[in-house]
């Protein structure tokens, strides 16, 4: 069930600081015990041999940085530069 605007205002003005705060700081909790866990159980491979059945569950979450520099370009008519086709020729 979703909550809409004043439902949620309703809900939330009902509150005080300190049952906000213990509520912040429950989801806090469950987010670091969450990437706790992952943290643990990345990269492994769980196997059970269970009543003569055999299972397999295997976890591998990877970074999604790019390992890669980005290549930035500038369009320097943008920053207010003359255009190449605008500036006088140079001679030597």
Same mark, same amino acid.
């Given at each position: 069930?979703?909550?809409?605007?004043?439902?949620?205002? #309703?809900?939330?003005?009902?509150?005080?600081?300190?049952?906000?705060?213990?509520?912040?700081?429950? %989801?806090?909790?469950?987010?670091?015990?969450? =990437?706790?866990?992952?943290?643990?159980?990345?990269? #492994?491979?769980?196997?059970?041999?269970?009543?003569?059945?055999?299972?397999?569950?295997?976890?591998? %979450?990877?970074?999604?940085?790019?390992?890669?520099?980005? %290549?930035?370009?500038?369009? =320097?008519?943008?920053?207010?530069?003359?255009?190449?086709?605008?500036?006088?020729?140079?001679?030597?």
């Amino acid at each position: 069930m979703l909550l809409d605007g004043r439902r949620f205002n #309703r809900i939330l003005s009902s509150m005080d600081s300190a049952t906000l705060g213990q509520y912040s700081g429950y %989801i806090a909790l469950l987010i670091s015990m969450g =990437a706790m866990i992952i943290g643990v159980v990345n990269h #492994r491979r769980i196997r059970s041999n269970c009543c003569g059945r055999q299972g397999s569950l295997s976890l591998d %979450i990877e970074a999604t940085t790019p390992e890669t520099k980005p %290549i930035i370009r500038v369009d =320097a008519e943008s920053l207010g530069a003359t255009p190449p086709s605008e500036r006088p020729a140079v001679q030597n």
